[in-house]
């Protein structure tokens, strides 16, 4: 996994929070983010509903736990 998706997750594990936001707060792309999502999403880490005419995106256990995983290892 790449060093931007796990900054993504670890921004998700905070807080849900839609595309745009994370790309401002993340300081990456739009296209960029929106592509790490959709492989985030497709891998099973993050899950997305609609939230009026956005996506609201959370991780999922998988991605719970590949996050504490990594925490033990620091």
């Given at each position: 996994?790449?060093?931007?998706?796990?900054?993504?997750?670890?921004?998700?594990?905070?807080?849900?929070?839609?595309?745009?936001?994370?790309?401002?707060?993340?300081?990456?792309?739009?296209?960029?983010?929106?592509?790490?999502?959709?492989?985030?999403?497709?891998?099973?880490?993050?899950?997305?509903?609609?939230?009026?005419?956005?996506?609201?995106?959370?991780?999922?256990?998988?991605?719970?736990?590949?996050?504490?995983a990594?925490?033990?290892d620091?």
């Open positions: 996994m790449t060093d931007a998706k796990r900054r993504i997750l670890s921004r998700l594990d905070e807080e849900p929070a839609h595309g745009y936001i994370l790309a401002k707060e993340l300081s990456v792309q739009g296209s960029t983010m929106y592509e790490h999502l959709e492989e985030l999403e497709n891998s099973g880490y993050i899950k997305s509903s609609k939230n009026g005419r956005k996506k609201v995106y959370r991780i999922t256990k998988k991605a719970e736990l590949v996050l504490e990594e925490r033990v620091e």
